[in-house]
């Protein structure tokens, strides 16, 4: 008798493969010369993520397809690989030069990058809970190294401690959640799960909603929505602000991708998970401006800053995943650019060979490196949300959202915030350009590869404020399959 092998779609892992490749290629050429430079491994991923950005676009359009009803190769998981993608490229951009600067440059660092943006693609494309909170997982455990890279620093330390012990608080609840999915439906499959919840008892059913509070919890970890949000200050405080950056935009548009998928599947129990929502989206809007407005130190204030706009796109989210869904997506990207963009120009100042991360530092920025003030002005203007910014364009998204799913008193309340955030980015801008400068001086680090994951960056936040319409109607296109 003889035996079969299984077919097995091989062609829905593309992206991911592609990836883990130059992960595995990043391990192994760190073993040759030059052993005391690592710019060839920061190459090697960046070709790894080029091959993967190509890929998806080539593969964008096509019928959905499946890896043993686990994994999924549609419109919405290539939209997001390349999110991923593009933002791991300007991250390991900026990182050639900084890791040398900072005395931490490793072969690991570059093959954590990748391995992170592997459970990053993983959650984005998973079918399954499983298959989600294995890439969650993935992608964790990898920024739990990164953010302690600082060994011999008592903030990295701290950082990677707090990260790593509230990441597993959150594992757990997702994980029990999962379980309790499990034992009430008999299936971890988002289809079946679907279909399973469109029975009239299963809304009901204690087991099932408890599940769904315990998904959200872990999701609202991974998101830094108020009330999971105490790890963030502390994490982007402590770990490389290149780490930072990666940890602000790559993994929270990971966890709403995750976040989507399974909302979708429960649209049934909307009605139950809506109101969390609505009351996390004022809570983390809120919470996260305020404090904002009070930070010294440019990190943290990013850091709440990431909070509020965690909080403004789940203002998309409460309105509903047909109208908020493309909203949503379409944010994730403005944000991401902005914000690499701005953590980029932190990394790249530096004041008697330390990162240059408080505001007073910044006084007279404008006069001493005029490319690098207009670059963040830029960058901080888009995450007010004014035009002719990306920003802009992207409230206007949201928050139409929610008007046209009646959440009136939620869109005024978000409007409001984003008032309360202008003070806080203004007060730089003001810095930069109507402040003398104070203490010793502040140097440019800039370097090519820099100088190019800032132009990209720039390039991204004016094109998609002056010409939004291409790349909503991708995201528009993207949420499609979800909402089939």
């Known amino acids: 008798m003889g035996f079969t092998l299984p077919g097995l779609a091989w062609s829905v892992l593309a992206p991911v493969l592609i ?12 073993l040759v010369p030059p052993l005391d430079r690592k710019s060839h491994l920061a190459v090697t ?29 549609d419109d919405f998981a290539l939209f997001f690989n390349a999110i991923f993608c593009v933002t791991t490229a300007l991250v390991l951009l900026l990182s050639v030069g900084y890791v040398r600067r900072q005395g931490i440059e490793a072969g690991e660092y570059y093959a954590l990058v990748l391995f992170a943006t592997v459970g990053m693609m ?19 455990l990898s920024l739990y190294v990164l953010a302690g890279f600082f060994r011999t620093r008592a903030s990295g330390n701290e950082a990677a401690m707090k990260y790593f012990l509230l990441g597993a608080f959150a594992s757990g609840f997702f994980l029990y959640g999962i379980a309790l999915l499990y034992g009430a439906t008999g299936t971890t499959s988002l289809d079946r799960l679907g279909a399973a919840l469109a029975a009239p008892e299963a809304a009901r059913d204690p087991l099932i909603l408890a599940g769904v509070a315990l998904l959200l919890v872990g999701f609202g970890f991974k998101t830094s929505a108020v009330p999971f949000h105490q790890w963030a200050p502390d994490v982007y405080e402590g770990a490389p602000t290149a780490v930072a950056a990666l940890i602000a935009t790559g993994s929270k548009a990971a966890a709403f991708a995750g976040l989507l998928r399974v909302l979708v599947t429960m649209r049934v129990l909307q009605a139950d998970w809506a109101t969390y929502v609505w009351l996390a989206a004022v809570l983390t809007m809120t919470v996260g401006n305020v404090i904002a407005l009070v930070q010294g130190n440019l990190k943290r204030m990013l850091a709440y800053s990431s909070v509020a706009h965690v909080g403004y796109m789940l203002v998309g ?37 330390v990162e240059a991360v408080n505001l007073d530092a910044y006084g007279g920025l404008g006069d001493r490196h005029p490319v690098l003030a207009l670059a963040l002005t830029i960058f901080l203007l888009s995450l ?15 928050f139409g959202a929610a008007i046209r799913g009646q959440l009136f008193a939620l869109a005024v309340i978000a409007v409001l915030n984003s008032v309360v955030a202008a003070y806080y980015y203004l007060r730089l801008i003001v810095y930069m350009y109507m402040r003398d400068p104070e203490g010793p001086e502040v140097r440019s680090a800039l370097t090519p590869a820099a100088w190019v994951a800032l132009a990209v960056a720039v390039w991204g936040t004016l094109h998609l404020g002056l010409l939004p319409g291409p790349a909503f109607a991708w995201a528009q296109r993207a949420v499609a399959p979800l909402l089939w």
């Open 19 to 30: 990836v883990t490749g130059a992960a595995v290629c990043c391990l192994l050429l760190d």
């Open 45 to 73: 991923g960046l070709v790894g993520l080029a091959g993967a950005l190509v890929v998806s676009a080539i593969l964008w359009g096509q019928p959905p397809v499946r890896f043993q009803r686990m994994v999924a190769l």
């Open 122 to 140: 993983l959650m984005a494309s998973g079918l399954d809970l499983l298959v989600i909170f294995l890439g969650l997982e993935l992608m964790s």
């Open 317 to 353: 989210i409460a309105a509903g995943p047909e109208r908020g869904a493309p909203a949503v997506v379409f944010y994730l990207v403005v944000y991401s650019f902005a914000t690499v963009g701005a953590f980029g120009v932190i990394l790249l100042l530096e004041r008697e060979g």
């Open 384 to 398: 007010i949300g004014l035009p002719p910014t990306a920003g802009f364009v992207g409230k206007f998204y949201l």
